[in-house]
């Protein structure tokens, strides 16, 4: 079965055979209830480091074309030539104040004082510079996908797919999915940064803010919708990737791009067990918080949601090898 709109070039097959019932009460616009809010008033965002879990069982995955996606590093290079190298001092605990919203969610959180519901996504305008909580700072070293997979510029990254397809794919080039820390750590950098590219919420540098549009039903994994012709026409009313490559000022401090925006990434959260060892971090196109720190867990292993897609981590090649 070819994924002719993911443009891989190669077969693929889901991971697992249903979409489940992952769902929650979750904030529409954000996918999921906000982890992290603030009103103005300091936010503390607390984050464990946490150890990878067990691949999970699957039939085939995506292969990106790259022919050096899964080698491993040669000679002092720490990472494949498709990864960027984060290092540095990750702060657990972080406080992140915000100094402007938007005037929606202003307005939301006045309707709010009178009792009234909003499905309003909280999204800070500007940053105070973000202060690190932590009595240490702990180290880190590792690698992670310069994109969203399929990691190659020119693509749309991948969508509409289950946590364990995500991890099955990213074991099958001897990658892993990245931690809930290590996400954040690639994301914000050791400046602790709200967004990857700086204090300012901009929608010109990553694809943010694009008009919610209102699903008309729970989608089908990607690769069985294109089997309804309901289900892939409203697969492209909802979707609004852009190729990778399309934002290159949407970087990182480490040069992981897109890690803000375009399609949320599953990560695996620490302390858990399945189904629920999946979080969701970085945003997507819509209207949400779109940063480095807030993450969705209200979401378990099942779900396929249309912003949804992954990117992939490993462990860094040792110094001196």
């Not at 002092?76 to 990864?83: G, K, L, Q, V």
């Not at 950098?189 to 700086?198: N, Q, S, T, V």
Request: neutral net charge; charged residues 25%.
């Amino acid at each position: 079965m070819r994924l002719s709109d993911y443009r891989f070039g190669l077969l693929l097959g889901c991971a697992l055979s249903s979409c489940g019932d992952g769902s929650s009460k979750a904030n529409r616009a954000d996918s999921a209830a906000p982890a992290v809010v603030g009103s103005g008033a300091a936010v503390s965002a607390s984050i464990a480091p946490s150890a990878v879990a067990s691949a999970s069982s699957a039939s085939a995955v995506p292969l990106p074309s790259a022919s050096s996606s899964s080698s491993a590093a040669a000679g002092p290079e720490a990472c494949p030539a498709d990864m960027v190298l984060a290092q540095g001092l990750f702060c657990p605990d972080v406080e992140q104040r915000c100094l402007r919203h938007t005037r929606e969610w202003d307005e939301a959180q006045k309707r709010a004082v009178k009792g009234e519901k909003s499905h309003v996504s909280e999204r800070c305008l500007e940053f105070a510079d973000s202060k690190c909580l932590s009595k240490e700072r702990k180290p880190m070293r590792f690698c992670i996908d310069k994109h969203e997979w399929p990691n190659q510029v020119g693509q749309k990254p991948a969508f509409m797919v289950t946590w364990g397809y995500a991890e099955a794919a990213c074991s099958k080039l001897d990658k892993r999915l990245c931690s809930e820390a290590e996400f954040t750590f690639a994301c914000e950098g050791e400046e602790l940064l709200p967004y990857a590219y700086g204090l300012q919420r901009d929608d010109k540098r990553c694809n943010i803010d694009k008009p919610y549009v209102q699903p008309r039903f729970r989608l089908q994994p990607y690769d069985d919708c294109l089997k309804s012709r309901t289900c892939k026409a409203h697969m492209e009313e909802l979707d609004q990737r852009e190729v990778i490559g399309e934002r290159p000022n949407c970087g990182s401090p480490f040069g992981a791009f897109d890690i803000n925006g375009n399609v949320n990434e599953w990560v695996v959260m620490p302390n858990t067990q399945a189904p629920w060892r999946s979080g969701l971090k970085g945003g997507w196109w819509g209207p949400s918080r779109s940063r480095c720190r807030p993450v969705v867990t209200s979401h378990n292993e099942n779900y396929v949601g249309y912003e949804v897609g992954f990117r992939c981590c490993r462990d860094a090649t040792p110094t001196g090898t």
